[in-house]
């Protein structure tokens, strides 16, 4: 089983809809979880973390973390064409070395 | 703001050439990392320093060294370059205290030929 997996899409939204990327990871004992953007042929920056079971809302960004089910979702309200980029999910291994592994991203794309 | 900066945006090197990647941050940031970034194959972390003159190996790290001299600069050095180190390399900081929460620079493409 992947440490971090994601399904690579992309993923078509239209406009104004909602966006839902999702995230599976296998180390249960897992206790921080993040979620980057990158747009094409730019670096990765942090949107979202997530340290408890339930939902964090900033603005329209959603991080939803289920641990119990070792999963972690991001939605994104009222989708706009500049939220299209590769979404990563992150999640630290206390398995190993407590680094985080990324996931190999959604490529999401908003449809104006 | 936050400040990551990487030496060069593109590199074209030949086989067996000795390669330097350069990272420099303005965070005053004890951790710092290098990673390359594949098609395919995601992020992929290849060391890291929690401080001055310390490193740990990451998860890809045969034919990498690295050198961290001074807080806010951390090395990347191909010893002798290979076509399957081809890749995008991103060098990555953060805090003591938020060490997951990282701060990328802008990548270095190289190609080697």
Known sequence: QKEVEQNSGPLSV???????????????GSQSFFWYRQYSGKSPELIMSIYSNGDKEDGRFTAQLNK?????????????????????CAVNRMNRDDKIIFGKGTRLHILP | DVKVTQSSRYLVKRTGEKVFLECVQDMDHENM??????????????YFSYDVKMKEKGDIPEGYSVSREKKERFSLILESASTNQTSMYLCASSSAGQIYEQYFGPGTRLTVT
């Open chain 1, 14 to 28: 239209p406009e104004g809809a909602i966006a839902s990327l999702n995230c599976t990871y296998s180390d249960r």
């Open chain 1, 68 to 88: 119990a089910s070792q999963y972690v979702s991001l939605l994104i309200r009222d989708s706009q064409p500049s939220d299209s980029a590769t979404y990563l």
């Open chain 2, 33 to 46: 990392f290098w990673y390359r970034q594949d098609p395919g194959l995601g992020l992929r972390l290849i």
